[in-house]
């Protein structure tokens, strides 16, 4: 079975100051990965997706992410936090079970 | 159109009400999913939705019925809730099923049963 572990689960960054979310999975299978923002009392929105193809991925509003298979990680950054960057973050594994698997979430505050 | 739209926003209902959300997308996804999420935690599945049938139900109680009259339409009817059922409930879509491929979230609904 599928598993994520996020590191951290409140987070307090100086705006302007780099972000950097912390993702270690557990897979059977190869695993497609993703990172999932969610503002207060908003749905998710996907940031990035990881399926195989470039281990360094590319996200929306300035963040990306790499896959590191020797390591199981998929630790999320951006080079300069915005205060539109608080909000919730999760990590999420997919598996073999047509099931995701969630992180437990980081919580970003960003202090102006 | 790349949303997923959700109503209502929120619901009160009380423990002998039947109330019933709804959930759209017109991507021609023609997989759906409900999920609950309780504050300050990560999403818990509860269906999944193949081709319009229903392939999982994560052991759900009976008082939750989904219900998906097409292939752009996910319904959750409630009935008898329980005051624990207060939370986020947020309906998502993607492409085919299958875990591999993203998935796009409703803005959710958010319920309280009193």
């Known amino acids: 079975a599928q598993s994520v572990t996020q590191l951290d689960s409140h987070v307090s960054v100086s705006e302007g100051t780099p972000v950097l979310l912390r993702c270690n999975y557990s897979?059977?299978?190869?695993?497609?990965l993703f990172w999932y923002v969610q503002h207060p009392n908003k749905g998710l929105q996907l940031l990035l997706k990881y399926t195989s193809a470039a281990t360094l991925v590319k996200g929306i509003n300035g963040f990306e992410a790499e896959f590191k298979k020797s390591e199981t990680s998929f630790h999320l950054t951006k080079p300069s936090a915005h205060m539109s960057d608080a909000a919730e973050y999760f990590c999420v594994v997919s598996g073999g079970n047509n099931r995701l698997a969630f992180g437990k979430g980081n919580q970003v505050v960003v202090i102006p | 159109d790349t949303e997923v739209t959700q109503t209502p926003k929120h619901l009160v209902m009380g423990m002998t009400n039947k109330k019933s959300l709804k959930c759209e997308q017109h991507m021609g996804h023609r997989a759906m999913y409900w999920y609950k999420q309780k504050a300050k935690k990560p999403p818990e599945l509860m269906f999944v939705?193949?081709?319009?049938?229903?392939?999982i139900n994560e052991s759900v109680p009976s008082r939750f019925s989904p219900e998906c009259p097409n292939s752009s339409l996910l319904n959750l009817h409630l009935h008898a809730l329980q005051p624990e059922d207060s939370a986020l409930y947020l309906c998502?879509?993607?492409?085919?099923?299958?875990?591999?491929?993203?998935?796009?979230f409703g803005p959710g609904t958010r319920l309280t049963v009193l």
């Open positions: 897979s059977s299978y190869s695993p497609s």
């Open positions: 998502a879509s993607s492409q085919v099923p299958g875990a591999n491929n993203e998935q796009f």
């Open positions: 939705y193949s081709y319009e049938k229903l392939s």
